[in-house]
């Protein structure tokens, strides 16, 4: 059992839950975020002034799968999420020690 | 004393000064029934009707068309002090979404308070002040009962008939109508002071400043130009044309408003982070540039009352023209701080874009009933470069912290109002035999033929209002700072004046973001070592 975690545009947000529809994910998990990358946000002028937007609005997503999917599932999510351009954001793999569904207490595979 | 007994012995002072000039007389109509009558018809320019014993019927006729006419200019009047105060809503919306979300509440806070305390003094002591003595208004059929002005002539300086509305026999329909408009008028001034000295006042200094604004400062330099005073009569006295012209407020509102809260921010200082160890000044972006747009529309909207209201009567088809040139002015403001600001900084800045809008209303209040639709445009766009310096010589140059622009939109652009008149007053209002301040001609600029005259008053009055209104309030703000807090502690300020004046917040389900705290200096538990915003563009995601 893996999670995958993945940081991405907002506006991407709908194709990637397309995409992992289409493939019977059924949980995911989204936060809003703010953060940057190697670019270290950019600056803008306000009233004159400049100033730095140093954390820009991500979407971060988590997906908990079997391990047998993981691949599938991961790559899924980068090729809906890409855009080519600077800021496409992270994509990463952890394991999961358990995994349980709180209504009823299954655990493991059971409880995805 | 403690301070339930203190509330009390305030309260029955006040009860003693309400009687002491509650005395009635016949001369007043508090009634209304006697207001507007034959004599009031607009037919006879105010000349009394004679009538023979004859025409017994006719007299009732003409009485009657005569009411009927200073109906009309209560209605016009009342309603459009009705639109004066909406610009309240305006000023609140503006000034909090140009701010941070720490401090939103004592944004709204100070509006709503600045309005019912200003009110309560303006009604004790500085409607009589400015208008004792304003002599009868022909619009509104009499406010006979403000006859008394100290110095005589051309001379005067105060009023002091009108106290608690009531001294002088003030308990008149008339005055009371005119007691309405004025008093949004006055408290325009007062909003206009919360956005320079935003988001580091204590609101005890705050409090003090209201009540000096509206009981002293304002109906003074106000009494000077609308209630009969010395810079209203330099026309009669001086031969300066009409006398200092203000239509409707660039200088004694606008310019007023701003010259205090210029005096203000400089003894306050910058709120802290604001500026660089190097001068350079920090962006605190406003939390809400959805109410900025919202507020400025809302006072464009006022702005409908605010100058067109000014004729004190809708019998004046002249508002058509007041309003045409208010609208025009507010758009070539508004277009050209879109335009400087995309063409100097690379994208239309929304904020800026509003106080342009603002700016051409200020600067257009004071010249729009004399001017041609040509000429409010070319004011207003005057007026949006005359902003958007504005604001980079404070920042900038001057160093002087101004939140929300204030002393730009309302000082600068108010100034620029007050002397576009002596430029391009176009001599077709009012008409000769009507008269202006005395003198009967049409009020007559430069550009059309009026000679240096009214330019010449013009400029003594904004040198006059600038003395007055800022000198006045650094004075008395200078000693106030050695008794009473007039700024918030550097943890307030930090935390956010919501929690620590009100320890209520405006937000308080949701979490405010890290850069709310952007700029604090080490010395006040801030990043020790700033990083400059980075020269890097990238795509916006």
Redesign the interface.
């Known amino acids: 059992m893996k999670i995958v975690i993945a940081i991405i545009?907002?506006f991407k947000l709908e194709p990637v839950t397309d995409a992992l529809r289409a493939l019977d994910v059924s949980g995911i998990t989204l936060s809003e975020v703010r953060g940057h990358g190697r670019?270290?946000?950019?600056?803008?002028?306000?009233?004159?002034?400049?100033?730095?937007v140093?954390?820009?609005?991500?979407v971060r997503l988590e997906v908990v799968v079997d391990d047998a999917d993981v691949e599938k599932v991961a790559n899924t999510i980068m090729d809906a999420a890409r855009t080519g351009?600077?800021?496409d954001g992270k994509l990463w793999i952890q394991p999961i020690e358990t995994l349980m569904r709180i209504r009823t207490g299954e655990a493991g595979r059971d409880a995805l | 004393m403690n301070t339930f007994q203190k509330v009390i012995a305030m309260t029955v002072v006040t009860l003693i000064a309400l009687f002491a000039v509650a005395h009635f007389s016949h001369h007043a109509d508090p009634s209304g029934a006697k207001t507007g009558v034959a004599a009031d018809n607009p037919v006879n320019n105010g000349a009394p009707v004679k009538v023979a014993p004859s025409q017994v019927g006719l007299n009732k006729l003409a009485n009657a068309t005569g009411h009927l006419a200073i109906s009309i200019n209560f209605v016009w009047l009342l309603i459009t002090g009705f639109l004066v105060l909406f610009m309240q809503v305006g000023f609140a919306f503006l000034v909090t979404g140009l701010t941070r979300a720490k401090n939103a509440g004592h944004m709204m806070m100070m509006n709503l308070s600045s309005f019912v305390i200003a009110l309560l003094v303006y009604y004790a002591v500085g409607f009589a002040f400015q208008f004792g003595g304003v002599a009868p208004i022909a619009n509104l059929g009499g406010t006979s009962p403000l006859d008394a002005i100290f110095g005589h002539g051309s001379s005067g300086v105060i009023g002091f008939h009108g106290f608690f509305l009531q001294s002088g026999n003030s308990y008149d329909v008339g005055v009371l109508a005119f007691f309405l408009f004025q008093v949004v008028f006055m408290e325009t001034a007062g909003y206009i002071i919360i956005g320079a000295i935003a988001e580091r006042v204590s609101f005890a200094a705050f409090i003090i400043a209201e009540i000096v604004l509206a009981g002293l400062i304002y109906p003074v330099y106000g009494m000077w130009m609308w209630g009969g005073g010395w810079l209203s009569q330099l026309g009669t006295s001086l031969n300066l044309g009409n006398g200092a012209v203000d239509f409707a407020g660039s200088g004694v509102v606008h310019a007023t408003g701003g010259w205090i809260a210029l005096a203000l921010a400089m003894i306050l200082g910058p709120r802290i982070g604001k500026f660089r160890k190097d001068g350079?000044?920090?962006?605190?972006?406003g939390h809400n540039l959805g109410y900025v747009v919202i507020g400025t529309l809302v006072l464009t909207f006022g702005w409908m009352g605010f100058n067109p209201g000014s004729t004190f009567g809708a019998t004046d088809l002249r508002i058509s023209v007041v309003a045409v040139n208010t609208l025009l002015a507010a758009a070539a403001g508004a277009v050209v701080a879109m335009a400087w600001t995309n063409a100097k900084?690379?994208?239309p800045?929304i904020?800026?874009t509003c106080n342009g809008m603002l700016a051409g209303l200020v600067a257009i209040t004071a010249p729009c009933a004399f001017v041609a639709p040509y000429a409010a445009v070319i004011i207003g766009i005057v007026a949006g470069f005359v902003v958007v310096y504005g604001?980079?010589f404070l920042?900038?140059r001057a160093k002087i912290d101004d939140p929300c622009?204030a002393i730009s939109v309302h000082g600068f652009c108010g100034l620029w109002g007050v002397l576009s008149v002596g430029l391009f007053a176009d001599g077709t209002y009012p008409a000769p035999a009507v008269g202006w301040n005395g003198v009967n001609q049409s009020v007559t600029g430069l550009f059309h033929g009026g000679g240096l005259g009214q330019l010449g008053a013009q400029i003594i009055d904004v040198g006059a209002g600038f003395v007055w209104a800022f000198g006045v309030t650094y004075v008395i703000f200078t000693v106030v700072k050695r008794f009473v807090k007039i700024r918030v502690s550097p943890e307030v300020e930090i935390a956010g004046t919501d929690e620590g004046e009100f320890g209520q917040v405006c937000y308080p389900d949701f979490v405010l973001r890290a850069?709310t705290h952007?700029g604090v200096p080490a010395e006040f538990g801030g990043d020790p070592d700033p990083?400059e915003?980075?020269?890097?563009?990238?795509?916006?995601?």
């Open positions: 545009k907002p670019q270290r946000g950019h600056t803008e002028v306000y009233r004159g002034a400049e100033y730095e140093a954390y820009l609005p991500k351009k600077i800021g | 350079k000044p920090n962006a605190f972006p900084w690379g994208k800045d904020s800026m604001v980079q920042d900038n622009g850069e952007a990083v915003p980075s020269t890097v563009t990238s795509d916006r995601t």
